[in-house]
């Protein structure tokens, strides 16, 4: 399985953007992924999580972020709505498959005060 993550740049507080995670290797209707992120001197933490059934998301971006699955591409979405200065990090995403983890190569977001 590869992950391709895409979509990060620079926008200003209150903006949106909109992550990309394109899968191949395998289906994502079979892959629970999920998005993390990592700040500068923090450690990754889990921001939202997608699985064929449910999604989960970190308090901190509850009612912000919105994390789906697009079957059409093989792609997961990150919708990051209403950003803030505090959601700037470098963000990955990431998914098991036959027990071996897996994580895109991470893009970075800066939101601007």
């Known amino acids: 399985v590869q992950l391709q993550a895409s979509g990060g740049g620079l926008v200003q507080a209150g903006g949106s953007l909109r992550l990309s995670c394109a899968a191949s290797?395998?289906?994502?209707?079979?892959?629970?992924v999920g998005w993390y992120r990592q700040a500068p001197g923090k450690q990754r933490e889990l921001v939202a999580k997608i699985t064929s059934t449910t999604t989960d998301y970190a308090d901190s971006v509850k009612g912000r972020f919105t994390i789906s699955k697009d079957y059409a591409n093989n792609t997961v979405w990150l919708q990051m709505n209403s950003l803030k200065p505090e959601d700037t990090a470098v963000y990955y995403c990431?998914?098991?498959?036959?027990?071996?983890?897996?994580w895109g190569q991470g893009t970075l977001v800066t939101v601007s005060s």
């Open positions: 290797g395998s289906f994502i209707s079979g892959l629970a």
């Open positions: 990431n998914t098991y498959y036959r027990r071996r983890e897996y």
